[in-house]
């Protein structure tokens, strides 16, 4: 198991170092984006098409990358969004009839960047299961890169998808957690879900998101935090576990089952075979629960 997931990281890197004349050809369903509003960003390049199980179908655009493989921060889909995006769909039954919540109406996702694809695909399942009413908050850091804005412009693109739901963009900044500042209650309470994807990276980042995701535990008794991660990542087993297990019940479930897996691999070949950023392998991946239920 440990060679197939070095095979798939080197395949990772190949392509990701390749120059743009080297990349493999693009498939005739991610074409240039002629459909941007006039505060959309410069940047965007073109759009993708991902399709999903359960019949969702996500035309999104990202920001452009830069030389290399270094892109602004959020600027691009990665692999845990589409393993994330893939939980949300199978998982359904566990994750919406959980012991620790009756109803899942009001939602948010921390770290969305500028595609929004796990986001935007919990306003879709909610959309299918419940009448009019839910919500979902799609959050990440305000900045002059324009991932807010591209991802404004990814919502919009597809409503048709979420007619039932009410799906919101909002700048979100953790170290204002950190730092003690006033952050408005009315747009962060009452949650009942909050979702996220490889959102610890470094030591900083660790502290920064427990920070976050503690406060809204301790607003929102009945909330459920899923966070899919790969778990060998600075500071999240020596900074943001211990920080949420002093107070509350968190569970790790690992490595992902390979159907999992599967499914979020053909949502990237769908998107026209252009690999996402992040590890490839399986067993890096973990799926974290935390609940507000304190110890």
């Not at 002629?34 to 019949?55: A, G």
């Not at 589409?82 to 998982?91: E, G, M, P, W």
């Not at 999240?236 to 992902?256: A, C, G, S, Y």
Request: proline share 4%; hydrophobic share 40%.
């Amino acid at each position: 198991n440990s060679l197939a997931g070095n095979e798939d990281e080197e395949g990772f890197w190949r392509l990701a170092l390749m120059s743009l004349d080297d990349q493999p050809p693009r498939r005739l369903d991610e074409h240039q984006s002629n459909t941007c509003s006039d505060d959309c960003d410069e940047n965007i390049l073109r759009l993708k098409t991902y399709s999903l199980p359960s019949n969702i179908k996500f035309t999104v655009s990202s920001l452009e990358e830069n030389e290399g493989i270094m892109s602004p921060l959020g600027s691009q889909a990665w692999h845990a969004s589409s393993l994330l995006a893939a939980y949300i769909i199978l998982k359904t039954d566990s994750l919406f009839k959980s012991t620790y919540t009756n109803h899942i109406k009001h939602c948010l996702e921390l770290g969305s960047g500028a595609v929004g694809l796990s986001g935007m695909t919990l306003a879709a399942v909610l959309s299918n299961m419940y009448p009019p009413g839910a919500e979902v908050i799609l959050t990440d850091l305000e900045s002059e890169t324009g991932v807010l804005n591209n991802l404004q412009e990814n919502v919009k693109r597809n409503m048709s998808m979420f007619p039932n739901v009410g799906v919101d963009v909002q700048a979100l900044d953790w170290n204002d957690f950190v730092h003690n500042k006033r952050v408005s209650e009315s747009r962060l309470r009452p949650l009942d879900l909050v979702i996220g994807s490889e959102l610890v990276y470094t030591p900083e980042t660790a502290v920064a998101c427990g920070g976050v995701v503690a406060h809204l535990l301790h607003n929102n008794p009945n909330l459920l935090v899923l966070i899919i991660q790969v778990t060998d990542r600075p500071g999240f087993e020596t900074h943001f576990l211990p920080l949420l297990q002093k107070e509350f019940d968190v569970r790790i479930e690992q490595p992902l089952d390979s159907e999992l897996y599967d499914v979020a691999s053909s949502i990237v070949v769908d998107a026209g075979g252009q690999l996402m950023g992040g590890t490839l392998d399986r067993f890096a991946y973990g799926v974290c629960w935390i609940s507000s239920t304190t110890k």
